[in-house]
């Protein structure tokens, strides 16, 4: 009988392991970005100063949610969930994230306009309201404004369905002021999602917009080494992630000098840039 336990306990460790390495896939992933975002929030976990839980302990009723891989997620909601465009056309598509970030928005849109090559920016309620202009200059200049919340939250960890909603309804709402439409494109701030997530982005008809190509520009490595990370993995219908705002101590020089390089070898090879909805062939607004 003891044996059994013993075997019992054995495998559930194993299966919490498994499923605790799956978890930690994704977390890596962004888990720099995450980093930078919210600066040293998450250090300094010491046993002495571990932190108490601020919605108070777990509701045992309510089940912990953890993200779930965008691959996961794409498959499970085709309609909603994207990761890339059409592999039959060589069109693919720039995405931004973070902004506007007045110290670096307005360059990246200059290269951008430099080559004629359309963005589409995911961008942050907080951010929209105070420099509304530059959004206003993405749209005049012909870029796809798209929902990237509020404030930029961990939607898994800090997020439930009332904190998505009123994080994406009021971004949805600035941006309509700005711009005079309702944006159907929504990106979560690092990719983090679940499924009761996504059925309510669906429900408030978002198309939720992952990435195939990854620049990795968060990491502020040399222009050189963001293009790579493009230029090697780049296909068919890739949808692109970099990002045009970044942290008060982060830079997205190398992200602007990067374009440069990306997008005229792109260019020769025969790629078409184009804006998310159009790579997707569906409307930008609601
Ligand atoms: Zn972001």
Redesign the pocket.
């Known amino acids: 009988m003891k044996v059994r336990v013993l075997l019992l306990i054995s495998a559930a460790v194993l299966l919490f392991c498994f499923q605790l390495s799956n978890v930690m896939v994704v977390d890596a992933k962004e888990s720099a970005e995450q980093q930078i975002w919210w600066g040293n929030v998450k250090t300094a976990n010491t046993e002495k100063d571990f932190p108490d839980l601020r919605g108070g302990p777990e509701n045992p009723e309510r089940e912990r949610q953890l993200p779930i891989d965008m691959r996961i997620l794409q498959q499970r909601y085709p309609d909603t969930f994207i990761l890339q465009g059409p592999l039959e056309q060589n069109k693919i598509a720039l995405t931004f994230?973070?902004g506007p970030d007045p110290r670096f928005t307005d360059d990246v849109l200059d290269v951008l306009d430099q080559y004629n090559v359309p963005g589409t920016f995911f961008v942050m309620g907080s951010r929209a309201i105070a420099y509304p202009e530059i959004v206003e200059r993405m749209n005049n200049e012909g870029h796809v404004i798209g929902n990237?919340t509020y404030f930029?939250p961990n939607l898994v960890e800090e997020g439930d369905l009332a904190t998505l909603e009123r994080e994406v309804t009021r971004t949805e709402d600035v941006l309509n002021d700005i711009i005079g439409y309702r944006t159907s494109l929504f990106r979560p701030?690092?990719g983090f999602l679940y499924d009761e997530l996504v059925e309510k982005l669906a429900e408030m008809q978002y198309l939720v917009i992952g990435w195939s190509v990854d620049a990795l520009d968060w990491e502020e490595d040399p222009p050189e080494v963001i293009a790579s990370n493009v230029l090697d993995n780049v296909q068919p219908g890739a949808i692109i992630l970099m990002h045009d705002g970044a942290d008060w101590d982060g830079d997205r020089s190398n992200t602007i000098e990067s374009l440069d390089q990306i997008i005229p070898i792109l260019q020769e090879q025969g790629y078409e840039f184009v804006t998310v909805p159009e790579l997707l062939n569906v409307p930008f607004a609601k």
Do not use: G
């Open positions: 994230d973070d990237h930029h701030p690092y």
